[in-house]
């Protein structure tokens, strides 16, 4: 009894921890991120993980990736603007700014 309770805590526990993950993936695929970044990729835009290492060490990057993410940007990564996101809003743009910074 005691064997399966430790490995229904153990999944539990996975699940758990992998969820606030795919929760944020879910919310940057919700919100059209996905339509110009990728997780691994370059697309239009750079990949998150690619973001994350530009401000790997940075101790106010999430606040400043969380105002890119609301109010557009460029020149940063190239001639390829990053528009507006009117419909984030300033909650929205941290866990998804925390999220990113935690690609690698």
């Known amino acids: 009894m005691k064997r399966v309770f430790l490995a229904i805590a153990t999944l ?24 110009c970044h990728a997780v691994a990729t370059k697309l239009v835009g750079p990949s998150f993980k690619d973001v994350a290492a530009k401000y790997a060490g940075q101790k106010d990057a999430a606040d400043k990736l969380s105002a890119k993410i609301i109010k557009g940007g460029s020149g940063v990564w190239g001639p390829v603007p990053m528009p507006a996101n009117a419909q984030v809003n300033p909650d929205e743009a941290k ?7 935690t690609q690698k």
């Not at 998804?96 to 910074?101: C, V, Y």
């Open 12 to 35: 539990a526990a996975g699940v758990a921890v992998s969820t606030p993950a795919l929760a944020d993936l879910q919310l940057a695929t919700a919100k059209n991120c996905m339509a």
């Open 95 to 101: 866990k998804l700014a925390a999220w990113i910074l």
